[in-house]
T-cell receptor, first 115, second 110 residues
C-alpha cells in the first residue's frame, strides 16, 4: 500500500495522559499536514510541514500539542495532558510539494477518545 | 459568517437523478478550490480540483463563479455509491492553509 498510513487507528486514553500518533506520508511527498475533525464538521487545519520544517501552526494548536517531522519523512503528533475536548479524529495528509496549492491525500485517521 | 459554507443537507435523491450543490466562500483572494467526498467514519478522498474554466470528470462537473464567490458540484446519473458527504475546500488567502466546509450529505435512494 503506497498511500498515507496512520497509527494507531484508535486510541482510548484517560484524561491527563499523553498520547502520540504517527503518520507516514506517501513516499515522494514533501508536504505533510495534520488536521482534526469532529462529528459533523469538516477537518480543521492544525499544522503543516515542508520536509522537516514546520512552517505553519493553527491557533487551535495549544501548547499541549506538538508535532515533529525529524527526517522529513514520517511525522508524530503528541498531545500532552489530554482533555475530553481533545476527543476527535486526527487526520494526516500529504502532498507532492511542487505547487503552492495542491491536492492533499489523506490517511485513515486516528480516532482519539479521552475518557 | 463562516469562511466556507455548505448546505448540510441531507439531499435525498433517487438513483439516476441529477443533483447539484453549491458552496460559498468569503475570501475573494482564494485561488484554489477542491471537492472531496467522505464516507461515514472514513477519511476525505479527493474528488476533483475546481478550475476557473470549470471541469468535468465522468458524471461529475465542477464550476467556479468568482464574481459570486461560490463553487458548485453537479452529479449526473447518480449511483447508490455516490451516497457520501461532499466537502468543499478553499485555500485561505495566500498561505497553504485549506479551509473546509462542514460538508453536504447526499443520500441516493434506490
Amino acid at each position: 500500500d503506497t498511500g498515507v498510513s496512520q497509527n494507531p487507528r484508535h486510541k482510548i486514553t484517560k484524561r491527563g495522559q499523553n498520547v502520540t500518533f504517527r503518520c507516514d506520508p506517501i513516499s515522494e511527498h514533501n508536504r505533510l499536514y495534520w488536521y482534526r475533525q469532529t462529528l459533523g464538521q469538516g477537518p480543521e487545519f492544525l499544522t503543516y510541514f515542508q520536509n522537516e520544517a514546520q512552517l505553519e501552526k493553527s491557533r487551535l494548536l495549544s501548547d499541549r500539542f506538538s508535532a515533529e517531522r525529524p527526517k522529513g519523512s514520517f511525522s508524530t503528533l503528541e498531545i500532552q495532558r489530554t482533555e475530553q475536548g481533545d476527543s476527535a479524529m486526527y487526520l494526516c495528509a500529504s502532498s507532492l510539494g511542487t505547487r503552492k496549492y495542491e491536492e492533499q491525500y489523506f490517511g485513515p485517521g486516528t480516532r482519539l477518545t479521552v475518557t | 459568517r463562516k469562511e466556507v459554507e455548505q448546505d448540510p443537507g441531507p439531499f435525498n435523491v433517487p438513483e439516476g437523478a441529477t443533483v447539484a450543490f453549491n458552496c460559498t466562500y468569503s475570501n475573494s483572494a482564494s485561488q484554489s478550490f477542491f471537492w472531496y467526498r467522505q464516507d461515514c467514519r472514513k477519511e476525505p478522498k479527493l474528488l476533483m480540483s475546481v478550475y476557473s474554466s470549470g471541469n468535468e470528470d465522468g458524471r461529475f462537473t465542477a464550476q467556479l463563479n468568482r464574481a459570486s464567490q461560490y463553487i458548485s458540484l453537479l452529479i449526473r446519473d447518480s449511483k447508490l455509491s455516490d451516497s457520501a458527504t461532499y466537502l468543499c475546500v478553499v485555500n485561505r488567502d495566500s498561505n497553504y492553509q485549506l479551509i473546509w466546509g462542514a460538508g453536504t450529505k447526499l443520500i441516493i435512494k434506490p
